[in-house]
């Protein structure tokens, strides 16, 4: 049985660091294999990309970052950007921008042509 006196500290950081290097290991390794799915990119690349990724984990996944790296940033702020008008499209109330645009427009902040540009677009 394995005791606490047995373990030292240092024993506990440098499996901590092992473990957190290990999982960040396949976080990065799956983000590079969605990444090659979702590339526009013949299925032959797509497939030799992989082949590469399995057979040669670090010289693969290396070398497919500083490949890659700018079509991955660009990949993934694009899905960002879908992400959140997306979000944003379901997160809006007509009713709730019409009932404020009508308080803006009883208070004098906006005008009348104003506040049926506002309705116009929250009905759209």
């Known amino acids: 049985m394995v005791l606490a006196s047995d373990y030292p500290f240092f024993g506990v950081l440098w499996s901590m660091l092992i473990f957190f290097l290990w999982v960040s290991w396949f976080v990065l390794l799956f983000n590079i294999i969605g990444d090659v799915f979702r590339r526009p990119a013949s299925g032959w690349n797509k497939t030799l990309w992989l082949i590469f990724i399995v057979l040669v984990p670090f010289v693969g996944v290396f070398a497919y970052i500083i490949i ?10 694009e899905r960002a950007g879908a992400q959140r008008q997306a979000y944003a499209a379901a997160t809006s109330d007509p009713v709730a921008d019409i009932e404020r645009a009508k308080k803006l427009l009883d208070s004098g902040a906006i005008s009348q ?5 506002i309705k116009a677009k929250a009905l759209s």
């Open 113 to 117: 042509a104003e506040y049926d540009a």
């Open 68 to 77: 890659n790296n700018d079509g991955m940033a660009k990949r993934n702020m």
